[in-house]
């Protein structure tokens, strides 16, 4: 059978840049201890790398306070610990978009239930994906926005949401704001200074290319959020309490030092390339697929109607197959790796009405597909119509 | 400068079998894709390397129920898991032990602080580190025990806790009985169905040879802890509370395929080489440390008085060192890698008397140390008295 041709990139980029895989093997093999900066040689290399990768990653969004970017194992545990970091009581009002993944809904439905909070769906149109602020204004008006959660880009679509839109309705209630760059950073240019958020979550294993284990928040807010996860911070050991200083705070445990050392040499490789390269070939690729797959009326796609808000990511279906069943023959058939079903949106599939056909068929491309893998995918989905 | 001679594996064992390198590399190039059983082949063969390497786990302490194999991505966040999964209120009594870790001790003291509870110090001979049975009776039949949090073995002492013992007095009171096995599981053997506890936290990059961004706990008990990290499972996705299945219940976000697959061909060493075999290895390295050291009056040693309860963590300060002075001059003028301080133990330099010592020298030997190590720390040890 041929290579797989992978399409599953925003369940993780795959393959990574080599330069991820020889650094990181390279790295744990010549570095691998538990970092520390008052010790040996090593483990203050350790804790090198560990700042000078937060140096880059604030880089990357225009941040100057490398010490507020926090490093968690993933961007759920990232959205955990703001969540539940937050204080909390009856009567606030928590506003989320339609495209939120339950790395936002599950730990706020939590919120909810505790709490007795009111969660409000930001309004969108299901076919063009446009933001109502008409009516996003009304529904400020009526129930203040306390706090505002939303994903920078869909999961599930690709679309790019107009947050600066939302920003600017809401600027007036002061909400606390918190974008989700899992789908983003790395693809999208962000200057965080341009943009009053008070957190912004990343993944290391999507747009940014470096492998699983390390994911985080940039702190941008006036806010010290509780911590949630205590441990030995190999400070202050005799303090039963965690240190109040960032970003020790909220990293208890041994830093994976093997997943740093991939994300440090990823942002290399993406400032090597620049963000708009990336982007660039990404939206060449986007488009051939777009299109072809448009020729077909019996495909379905799911997009926003003004496609230079979009991102590789194309979800859609075709009539006579239920998604999972298709992705089933192309993964069997042809070697094809796709992503079905729900994609860990709980809210999206309601609104563009994809709850009874069990979701969607998602494509999501990266850095390293080629025109030849999408004429690939495309040839055998007509073959199958 | 000679090659540094590391002496933290405590910290993190180093360096890992070569073949754990090795296949976390491989496996990340050709399998690096995010599970799920019901999507594509490479997809499918990521969840079946978990399901392998939970299976292995269980082994590897004679357990049955691989999916009570709970995968977190450190020790730490394990044991906050537990901590805060269960139910607290006021008037429960908690005991410890001098020898436990802030990633016990934090946690437990916010509860504290929180519900109003009690946390009581089980009794050992500051001396030889005995067990106080008569005292600990006495302080159970007080203040009965609603849990207990113990290390099997102390990570700056090398200590093996009496845990049987302590088990054993505390049946009739039938205490929630928390095992961190952080420095103990893939060295000393363990038999879960002989102990009755109810959970054991591990790590996966110290005694387990794996690698950072992995570790966890077995759950033996009938309790259903609260989930602590609440986010998308690849299932389900359209409910917003989190799956009651085992182990996806506390299992939310992208696995760490990259860590599993470390921690999966660091099993396959350790079965291959034998639980026994790498404990002899190191026992024969720890007397010949031991018994050097003891010739010199001048070095205090924190060791139990019967060492067959002792692993290769040696403690130690060297009379008119501060053990930070010391370190850094066996760090700059020998190279080698030994870690000082409090080690984030928080009670036991109260009960060494080395608070105001500024801790210890810590030496933890690892599989991959030879005598020449230990006769080159020795000797230059010797020159510096």
Redesign the interface.
Known sequence: MNK?V?F?NA??T???PNKV?EY??RY??DF???A?R??????REASKLINDTRNKLAGLVNYDKAEKVIFT?????A??QII?GLTWDEFKTVYVTPFE???I???L??VKEKFNIKIEIIPFDPVTFALDVEELNLKFSRDFPDFIFMSHVSNVTGFILPIEDIIEAAEKYNPIITLDCSQSIGLIPIDITKLDIHYLVFAG?KTLYG???IGGFIDKSKIKLAE???????SD??????PDTYPAKYE????????IAGLYSALDWINELDVKNIRKKEIELTKILINKLKENDQVKLYLPENLSNHVGIVSCNLNQYNP?EL?QI??EDF????????????LI?DFLGT?NKG?TLRISLGYFNETEDINYLVNRLEELL
């Open positions: 797989m992978y599953d369940a993780t795959f393959p990574k895989y990181m093997d744990y093999r691998g201890v538990n520390g008052s010790s040996y040689k090593l483990a194992p993933s961007a759920t545990i959205m955990n539940d993944h339950n790395a809904m599950r730990p439905n939590y294993h492998p699983f284990g949630i996860i205590k441990g030995g911070t190999g050991s005799l303090n039963l309490n965690m208890a445990g041994s830093p994976n030092i093997l997943a999972n992705g192309l993964d070697n094809i790796a796709v992503r079905t079903g729900f994609h860990c949106a709980p599939h709850t979701g």
